[in-house]
């Protein structure tokens, strides 16, 4: 890729990888330095960024970001169950075509005029397909719009996984070769290399083919010095002081094994309303009565309300059974992967994630103070996951 011409945009886009961090922080991203790396490696490279990560991490916020911060259109692909590839690369603008067919109608008479029977006039038509489809009468969407732009784009793949395995192989062409094959018009190349992000909730497991062309990262929940810099960025009108706490408080919660745990956006809007009510205290009332805020499913809601007197004092009648700082007290067997083997556990990966596929997975006790006892959490891995043959499924020839 490093001799690919195109690429000479993308060399200086960063000094270094402080330069990226100090450039997205600029733009009120506040980058850890993995990212940074990746994202000053997606320049250099020209290679696609894979985002994975419970929702509300700043994923999508990140591709916004890099627009931003390298002052390109953002073009943005929303990924949704049984999209296809004519919402996503192109389609053929069926009006246009009949209108012009309309327009032209004297001289399609003429094409076929002394055409002897049926069959000779179908192949006259038949012969002036090309002017009909042609990219004329091409509406793009956002992959071609992006390959094809004028300018340099980012182009943001949003939620990938929420999209049908097809689609994830129509995007293969794309990934690795900058271009796109339309049979009727031919390859369109890319004019300007665009930055590519694309974002999974890991709701289920993405195509080897695909992490394999991309940049990929696990984006986790933040540490608490860089949650507490993105909160106070954010002028929610909280005390420094309260929002230390607040963030050991949704850190806890995070350890709850939640269908949905409170994300960074649910911090930011948790320190907003304890600001809009001047709390002055982080009681374990008012944290109750505001934790509709942060917690969205009734079950989850009953296991954090149980959990916060314990979080708010850890010294109160249960055992602590979470280091908040560190994130790690847990007493079960679950295990950690390399991909996110750092200070926010394990809570926050895989099993959460498979939790939010099959809600009600856990037991209501499960890292609750309420029965020691209970059941150790098994990672629940799915066999066959990964090894699917994408290019089987494509309806057209993709690499692999
Ligand atoms: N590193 C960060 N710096 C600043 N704000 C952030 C950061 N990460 C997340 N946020 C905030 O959290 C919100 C949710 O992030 P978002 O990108 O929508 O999450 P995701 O796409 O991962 O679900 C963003 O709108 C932003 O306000
Ligand atoms: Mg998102």
Redesign the pocket.
């Known amino acids: 890729m490093t001799t690919d011409p195109r690429n000479a945009a993308g060399e200086g886009e960063f000094d270094d990888v402080s330069h990226a961090l100090e450039r997205f922080r600029d733009a ?4 850890d330095n993995r990212l940074a790396t990746t994202v000053f490696l997606q320049t250099r490279l020209g290679k696609p960024v894979l ?1 994975e ?10 591709a ?1 970001s890099l627009a931003a911060v390298t002052g390109r259109r953002l073009i943005r692909l929303q990924c949704y169950e049984g999209q296809d590839e004519t919402k996503a690369l192109y389609e053929w603008d069926y009006g246009k075509q009949m209108l012009y067919t309309q327009i032209l109608r004297e001289k399609i008479g003429q094409v076929v005029e002394d055409a002897v029977d049926l069959d000779e006039a179908v192949e006259r038509i038949a012969k002036q397909d090309s002017v009909f489809f042609s990219e004329r009468f091409l509406a793009p969407r956002p992959l071609l719009e992006a390959i094809d732009s004028e300018d340099p784009v980012v182009l943001l793949i ?1 939620e990938v996984d929420r999209a049908d395995e097809a689609l994830e192989a129509v995007l293969l062409e794309l990934l690795s070769e900058y271009q796109i094959s339309i049979p009727e018009v031919g390859t369109v190349k890319a004019r300007q290399l665009p930055y590519v992000v694309l ?1 999974s ?1 890991n709701t289920r497991d993405l195509s080897a083919a695909l992490k394999r062309r991309c940049l990929h990262l696990f ?1 986790d929940y ?1 540490e608490a010095q ?1 949650e507490l810099e ?1 909160i106070n ?2 002028d929610t009108g909280l005390s420094e002081a309260l929002a230390v706490r607040l963030i050991e408080i949704v850190r806890g919660l995070r350890d709850l094994e939640l269908r949905k745990a409170p ?3 649910e911090t ?1 809007d948790w320190a907003r309303t304890l600001a809009v009510l001047g709390v002055s205290e982080l009681s374990a009332d008012v944290l109750s009565s505001t934790l509709n805020v942060v917690v969205k499913y009734e079950r989850d809601l009953k296991k954090a309300l149980a959990a916060i007197p314990r979080l708010v004092d850890p010294n109160a009648t249960v055992p602590a059974r979470h280091d908040l700082d560190h994130g790690h007290g847990h007493g079960h067997g679950h295990g950690h992967d390399a991909d996110h083997g750092h200070d926010s556990g394990d809570v926050d990966g895989k099993e959460v994630r498979a939790a939010k596929d099959r809600p009600g997975r856990h037991g209501d006790t499960y890292g609750g103070p309420a029965r020691p006892d209970a059941p150790v959490l098994t990672k629940a891995v799915t066999t066959g996951q990964g090894e699917r043959s994408f290019a089987a499924r494509s309806a057209r020839k993709r690499p692999v």
């Open positions: 009120g991203y506040l980058a985002l990560g419970p929702a509300g991490v700043g994923k999508t916020q990140f916004t949003d974002t909730n984006l933040p860089r993105i960025s954010k994300s960074i956006s930011i």
